[in-house]
């Protein structure tokens, strides 16, 4: 599975993740899916909304792993804004052609396209973090 093969995808959730040996960068994110249902423990029911359930059997955790990073940063979603100075592909799992974290790399790093070499901007708007990384590879994706 391809980085680009998630952008259709809604309703994600960081779980964790882990700085591994060798600058290495693991993300897991749980898959959630949209349901009217009444959950069990729900005390207030408002008409016509919805609630995010965990579905463990149908949707499991996808682990998206960089071998290389020039950057990464999580976000508490809470604090993030809409920005249309911003130009990406994808809902959820994005790839940025024009972002404000890609100039903030051109800013503060001396990563260009001759060294380390071409790099992009993926982006996670989870429901919980926004995940920022630029990476000069596309990461393994497992499920």
Request: hydrophobic residues 35%; negative net charge; glycine residues 4%.
């Amino acid at each position: 599975m391809t980085y680009i093969q998630l952008k259709d995808l809604i309703n994600v959730d960081l779980v964790d993740y882990t700085e591994a040996p060798g600058m290495r960068l693991i993300l897991r994110f749980r898959i959630h899916r949209e349901t009217n249902e009444q959950p069990y423990l729900d005390l207030i029911n408002i008409k016509g909304s919805s609630t995010i359930v965990q579905d463990n059997d149908r949707f499991p955790i996808i682990e998206v792993e960089f071998e290389s990073y020039i950057g990464f940063s999580i976000r508490n979603e809470i604090y993030t804004m809409w920005d249309k100075y911003e130009d990406f592909e994808g809902k959820i799992f994005r790839i940025f052609k024009k972002s404000r974290y890609l100039d903030l790399i051109k800013l503060s790093t001396f990563a260009t396209e001759d060294y380390p070499g071409p790099y992009r901007h993926y982006g996670i708007a989870g429901l919980n973090h926004i995940v920022d990384i630029v990476s000069i590879e596309d990461p393994e994706i497992r499920i």
